[in-house]
């Protein structure tokens, strides 16, 4: 019998605003005719891509994200995920053209605002046709595949103890401080609202695999955390900008309720811990003249955190949704971020908004992409 696939390698795309996602399948070697098959140059790339987790100077392979015994199309296979700056496509091309794959006949499945303004690049470089996926379809469909395939994807944060087992809610601090992960069901999922933090912010309602649509956004996103970062804290990496937010702290930068009050704003019920004015300490020189690099970077991150968080609460409860799950790069290496919009989906609720996350972060879109090859 002869069975048909589309030629390998098989890769799907997302060359998004800051990074390119690259999700690369390698089928498994399962018997001494299927490795034969394999040309010269299938299995440098194949090799070059598994043994290495760092690519020129800025790619990197996430290697604790590897999913093995994945089947697309019939084959069994582990799934790699690779991301560098969509400032180095060109390099990346390059690369790509020295490891030999312009000599393979190709299309890749491609998505991201880089798929269409690339494009030509592509063919030029290494003679590749991209064929072009929307988005926010790939962004659903590698959501529901990743979590369909492994069981420990989705989770939330939440205190070690159930909430009616403690007397009143902590403060902002020492609720943060007890947070920890813990895993959370996912095969249920309908109707959930899906918040994509990535350059910008997309909101999706899904109410089932293909029915969804854009609610809302807002382009104060990843991409504004780190603009702002580089501005004020003189950051030169997302890395830097979230480890000097980890050890600053925002309230010598934002007014709280209690600097305008003294204490709680009781008749509303706004305790005085919580910002009432993001970076209004700062239009006193005498604050500004001691801020540290680590505050205002902490500052910038709660920031942009509430304002994502309090536009996707708002989504949630006009749409009568209950579970927001958060997705993008934006929270990668960020704990805190994830631990922010959880308490602020709870509090803000009383409880009855549940924020969910997903251990692949920013690769839904690619892998999106990737399943074109199981149609
Ligand atoms: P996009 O598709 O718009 O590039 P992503 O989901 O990849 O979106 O998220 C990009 C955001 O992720 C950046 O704006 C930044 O906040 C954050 N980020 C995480 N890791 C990095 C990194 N290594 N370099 C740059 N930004 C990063």
Redesign the pocket.
Known sequence: TYLYFPAMPWFGM?I????T?LVYFEPRENNRRELDKETEILKNIRRYLTRNSAYGKTGRRDGHLQMDNVTIRGRRGTLHFIRF??SEVGAFLQLARSKGMAALVNTIYAT?GGAYKFEEDFIKEVNMRLSKLDELDALIAGVLFVDAMNPQECYYWAPPLPPHEVDSPPYLEAALSQYVRKPFDFSNPYPFLLVNI???VSMLVVNAPNDYYRVSGTSL???T??GLCCLLAGCS???EAIALAASGDNTTVDKLVRDIYGGDYERFGLRGDLVASSFGHMCSSERRAKVSREDLARATLVTITNNIGSIARLCASNERLERVVFC???L?VNPLSMKLLSYAMSYWSRGALKALFLEHE?YFGAVGCLLRYDL
């Open positions: 997302d998004g605003g800051t990074l996602k700056p969509t991201g990535g350059s910008g996103g990843g991409g955390f780190l990496s997302f890395e993008g790069n934006f990668r920013g």
